[in-house]
Every structure is written in structure tokens, then in C-alpha cells.
């Protein structure tokens, strides 16, 4: 089980999250900042947030997430040792049904400050 984070005295981080329906982004949209994919949501959470929670948060600010058959495709993207950004897969959660990549946390998924976290909405 993950550490938990004492989050009234840990400071947040940003979370910069980009959703896409039905498909990911492509990972050289991601190359500069001024070429970002447009659907962008900012968060700001802990290491120790899971990925149901990061839906829950989406969920309340996005309506195709909130379908009853939505399910989200969450990959982190960012750049690997030679600049070029490259995207890994790390779970999906289903908006009315618990699976398994629900309670993995950011951490556990080697998550780090300043990736980015692209979202496919399949409905």
C-alpha cells in the first residue's frame, strides 16, 4: 500500500491533464509548450491521488467523462534522454465500475512533477 501524503501540511503539486474523446493525443503534440494539445484541465493534488480520484475530479468539470459507459485511458507523457516526448500507458478507469488500476496512485505509477497526463474519454 502506498504512503499516504499529510495533505494539510504537504503542498500540492500541478497536474497538467489533456483529454481527447476516443483516442490519446500524439506524443510530439506535447514537444512545446506552445503547440499543446487544447483540452487542457489543471489540477492541483499529491502524489498519493489515485486515479479514481483524478477521474472524480475530471468527471466535475468535463461531461463525457460522467457517461455511464465512459471509461478513461490514462497515459503520462513525457520527454525520455534524448528531449522527445514519449507517452506510457498506465491505466483506465470506468465511470460506474470499480477495476484494478482504481486505487493505483500517481506515485506507484511513477508519476513525476512536470509530466503531463493525457486522458482518452472512450464512450
Known amino acids: 500500500m502506498a504512503e499516504k501524503v499529510d495533505r494539510t501540511k504537504a503542498c500540492p503539486f500541478l497536474l497538467r491533464c489533456f483529454l481527447r474523446p476516443n483516442s490519446h493525443n500524439r506524443p510530439d503534440s506535447f514537444q512545446r509548450e506552445e503547440s499543446l494539445p487544447r483540452d487542457e484541465l489543471q489540477i492541483y493534488t499529491w502524489t ?14 468535463h461531461d463525457l467523462p460522467r457517461r455511464r459507459n ?17 507517452m506510457r500507458e498506465v491505466g483506465s478507469v470506468h465511470s460506474s465500475r470499480k477495476g ?4 493505483a496512485t500517481l506515485k506507484e505509477l511513477r508519476f ?4 503531463y497526463i493525457d486522458i482518452a474519454v472512450c464512450t
Open 70 to 86: 465512459a471509461r478513461l485511458e490514462f497515459s503520462f507523457v513525457y520527454p525520455d534522454k534524448m528531449g522527445k516526448m514519449v
Open 48 to 61: 498519493d491521488a489515485t486515479l479514481r480520484e483524478v477521474t472524480s475530479l475530471v468527471q466535475g468539470v
Open 112 to 115: 513525476q512533477t512536470g509530466d
Open 100 to 103: 484494478p488500476s482504481d486505487d
